[in-house]
């Protein structure tokens, strides 16, 4: 505790006897103090409060004769402008006496490259405690930075047990660098007593380092503004949990706006992470991206998700997690996953253009950015999103990204008025539409065979991002956008001639074929994409209202043009009609429904007389389809 | 070698010459020894034995005049308590000469810590040999502990190449910190004369160490008594296999059973490594659980078990593993894979409480444990066993797991007049029946999503041990328990109307559905358990006996509540019968069967009248089903 | 830069000015100095040139008087034997004054040892460059070895940024073990001018280490004599790999044959690898053997080792790997993999012995070894190519591998008249040909069940090889061998009453068999090689001509004796008539082809008819199935 300030050093004040390594930063003029005398002279005595605080108790100040050792109580009267202390004795009947502690300098952890081999001392909350088989390793956080604190009791053993995570302590150790990193070799880690002071202090700074970058959006486009509110809410969420040490994890769909939006953010992430920790490897243990493969948050994936949160937790002393949903999360179907993560507390942002529940999942998400939640809809595409979000997170990530939107919302069939200004920024990048198409393709390509891996440096590559080599983006992209062609081609060879069709009670032409049957398994284009370049064949052969059903044992895919279908109505009732375990979800053009494979044809007649009945309706188009095809 | 003791030291006793750093612990009253002079005074001659032995020869003693620098014979006559050696000249002529080295002191390997940065000697058994990059690191058991020793050699190469795993060496080195936890920095490493002594010193201290906790069933239950020593022997085995530094790998069958034996035992010898070894961090190296999908030791799961077991041989020079097998191992089945294990003499130890083949695997297995062998049957549950098992290796874990045999027991459909004990002690935990049984669904149901992976901390915390966060645990086991009824039922919402239903020959009712048709795949519950679900639904509505059968495309889940159906007999004449390539097993009530898809018609028509002609005996109940729905 | 020599110093030369720290090496005859006068005598001035270079100006030789400090110009006219210098004074006017760096003594990578402690010069390309958390490091090659230089600019920050892989550099700085190995901390890093005559002399240097052994063949055969040439390339292409410290990367058909041809030579590299980088952890980091389950190159796989690589560039500093296909890699189907690895340069070199399609990826391979390029055939089975190839890197490794290559020949049932030798060179080392045949068949049977996984230590075991404990392999082989017997007579068991005959319109039998619905799914053998144990039986059985067919919903494996079937002419033909979405593969008598499921029935039926039309030719065996069976 440092000596209280003169307001309150009135009346009965306590004397202050201080510690022997107590500064002047530890006296506050008025206030009084226990001093020893150490010199005599004609015209007073020099008087000593600590080591190194001294002065001068001048005659006219002093009651009595005094010689050298003798102890008295002085009030500090007197601080020059030069440093020379005056004090007055006074009588220290009836007071009380108070022990101070040496209040030590607090070192800002940004000024620790300039004090190695020094012992210094920080002040900050615990953000992380690990045991290791050696040291007890605290990571504090201070108003600027991060720095690990290695705490020695016996190897193996917990130092200091008694703190945990979020504490205030102040730590005084020597500066050291291990493995080129800096840290505290920890001589002590007491609590502060003004904690919640400091925590404020730390919140503030907090608040104010997390406070995104101020960025125009890329493009003039009123659907950006109307979310650059909530953009920035995300944008501070991450940059908070960087600022905090606390790792995040990325669940995103896995196709190619899914990529074009996960990738930025990542990417900014990654930059954030090595400007705060200072340690290009740190964002190796703070950040994971992992595309999902169904288009929600599945049970087996939260469960794993936990189950290494936890992990980490107990091995690495690290924080839960925040998690990011991107192109995924807006809907009920991921309501189960985010209630297991509710059960730790752990706080759940998503950032999504399909057509959200947010009923259902608002009460579990921290933040919700869904274009459909203000009145715009799928073709303000995630990746769109995303690259503004990105560009908060790290403003100088921009010049990469200015043709990601543009792939964003190719790969999605986006017709947002926008699309022209993303394709003429794009242009001014280098690329030109069909460009862009292809590294849209060669992105999905890429991603179907990478399955679960979430393929950083090859992505990254394809997407043309964080400074590739030209020549060689140019090459790859297209060599697996051309794969990407043949592939399709080779299934739609076999596929084509087993199309069946009929006319549907609406006048509308139905398309059916069996993807399991008739189309190769366990390759490229998966049933779900096929079906969908099935339908794109059939609609440009085609004037009137077209729809398309791709189905396998326990499944079924479904694409309209000009018929209004309404999925999600049509899935309920078809559970109820048929009994046959349907679920699914969509919109009204585009959507997949799964059921039990012995009601197939059950279900598959029963969907047939729907879309007969369905309301015609030229203008729909299954746009963005992408996202529901796998 | 010391210096023989004074009883053999008579006659022409040998001349013992002691090299330059021997002490005086290295020399015995009576024994003679190579002097030099190094003074001579009126009343004698002091001389030298060795740097710092001397002594005085009175001149009453002394034969002839010498001068300093002079060698002579002497032998120790005096010792007095003030440590001053008393000597007598003698003829050194006719006695052989022996070279005395000197005899260190040897630590203990508990005392290192108070000895950092002194030399030292340390004498055990080699217990792994580790090439690194650097040094080669002998890690060291002695009677109390273990202790790595770093030798140098040159980078990469290996030091001491004489010496491997088993010996019994003495190592002198300066004790060191690295990475926190102490080590030997080997200045010599040389084999041992008495190795057998030591070796039966070792030997009996390990087996001091090794002996269990004497603990106090928690229960007072005739079944536990009689298999209190078997699971004594498995739990001697565990404990010296964590002393001798070897590795353990537990595999256990994946259900709530299978959880509530395996998480206890690892919990306990985690904390039991910790205690011996003193670092946190060695239970990541010597110990792995892992769920086996099958209620079987797969040769899939043996062939990589043995694979990695030997990469980590070569790689970090470790000890091929104990293997633990837990609520699985007591059937033929298991034998393929126990013989696999056999080719590298590793030892397998099981507790189980499915119907043994003792016949089978007994002479594969170090230790069996299982109720079938002592006349009781699968009531007394793996878990219950294995909850004394831990305790037994580390008694301090008691309060955690009073309500886990409960738990065992109600996941199992335990029928044991034991339970009534169980639930009244997980009462006194706090737990009544219910959350017992919330609890078992609940590990149900996270371990089904799990899948492969073992799911420490996450399953940790379902089961509500190693001291959980507990208002955390009770949500989260609400949570999962609350899914998994959820998702059951919108299973059997999909299954039930296509259950068909007939009467068999013997009256029973039999129901039967096809699993892969009218249930969901891939999700919770699987085939078995769904089967077991839709047979507990059809008893519940019945008065008579029931049969059901829930098959796919290869395979059948038999269930009986009421006829004796005898299953491996079954599958032995349904083989012989249709040819199908019928395989599979289980009780009298529950089973599952294999086939080829081309024989399903021909295999469950054949099952169908076997089941028919099977006798009726209402007293029998499809309880303890669980171990066999997957 | 180094004086220019004496040939270049005449006329108006330019004078030198010598840094301190130049010793003798930097000076050199005639060439003319700026020296200082530390010395005056009665015949003349002592001069310093630097801190170490001195010599007399003999007054004979001097213009004017001097006085201690003066400085003048010189010329070096006499460098005596004993090393003393003498000069002449000369004239300083109109020349030009050319600094001299200190030209330091270039150590030798492989006598750091010797230095330790001491700062030393290397000069070398740099292969690797790794930025840490805490310093970079360069990993710079010299013509001897290899070495790690840490720089630290700053916790994580990249030093000499300037600098890139392949660069020519000289590194000054101490010679410290960390990790018991040996690394340089940098002093300096530095350009150096006479890079291309460093990199001639290191390339040629390098190319002298990488010719690999001159080997005899282990067996007098021609067939080996047409291909030496080729395998040299070969070992000459992955030596110089390890010297230049790039990752290796090998992908083999998961098969006895691929075993055999993989594990050799990853054995020979890891000693290779050890002896240039002494450090046996290297090989961990340069060296990885994957199985590949499809006979040739995924795109699924190649996607991944893309990435991975990628990732290990990005992370590790790491230079891409070179690519190498075992017994696997000849054929068209690998095109599309290679053409991705095209796209980012990685070298392929491919030893096969499958018929190749030259033309189709010779542009693609930079070696290409196989039997039918030089007029042979199958019968050179890829094992035993690599048996050579493993002796050509590294001979000391021959003792072990005398019995491989029978192995390899029996396990692809090679007919080759030099099987006769390499089973007399086996039997010589121990095993009679049942014994090589249990190899062939353990190998296969725990390759099955290792799936994805190399199972480098069993599989070593079950080979033979890497000083396996003898009694181990025997055993192991035997049990291994025993299960598979076991397990194929049980699926025979229950697939033999399922095959269907016919008579083809040739006159052949045909035997077919639904291995999908009448064989155990997920077992060992799997269908293919189900299928050619079916065929063996019935060509035991038979005379005539046999053909017999496996099939499943939406492929088939053909196997023949006696009928020439021209497999890919075949599936083209089936395609083109079906419309089925036929792909696939094979040789005259062996194949296996994939359709979509729909098609099957027509598919097999044109196919049975085109069987029918095909030549009988009875000396047509199907041997070398082993390759096509999975």
Redesign the interface.
Known sequence: MSTPSRSEATGDDPVYDLAADCTIEDVEEGACYRATVNGVVEYGVFVDLSASVSGLVHESNLDGSYDVGDELTVRLVDVRENGDLGFESIDAADRETVQIDHEPDITATDDL?ERIGESITVEGELVQIK?????TVFTLRDGVGIVPCAA?E????RAYPGFELGDIVRVTGRVE??????QLEVESLDAVDESDEIRERLDSALEEQATPHDVQPLVDWSALETMQDDLEAVATRLRRAVLENRPIRIRHHADGDGMCASIPVTLALERFI?EVH?????A?HLLKRLPSKAPYYE??DV??D??FA??D???HGQQLPLLVMLDNGSTEEDV?AY??LA??DIPIVAVDHHHPDPDAVDGLLAEHVNPYLHGEDYRVTTGMLCVELARMIHPEITDELTHVPAVAGLTDRSEADAMTDYLALAREAGYDEDDLQAIGDALDY?AH???Y?A????LT?VLGVDAADDS?HD??VE??AE?AARDTD??L???M??VESATLDNGADLYRI?V??????FT?PAPGKTTGAIHDRKVADSDGPVVTVGYGP?FAVLRSDGVRLDIPQMVEELEAET???VSGGGHLVVGSI?F????REAVLDALETKMGAAEIDEELGSASVAGFED
Not at 131 to 135: A, C, K, R, V, Y
Not at 455 to 458: I, M, V
């Open positions: 490259a045991q290791t088989g050696g040291p020695f016996a190897a193996g053993v660098r291990r493995e080129g990193a800096l090595e200072g340690d290009p490897s740190a190796r049970m087996e469960t794993r936990l189950n936890l992990g937790r107990e091995r189960p209630e297991a059960q730790y890429a065979w990478l399955r891996s393929g950083e440096s090859l590559d060689r090459d790859l060599f697996f794969r080779e299934q060879d076999a596929a001639p087993h069996d399991e049957r008739h189309a190769h398994r490229y326990d009994d046959g375990g799964k039990v494979k012995g009601m």
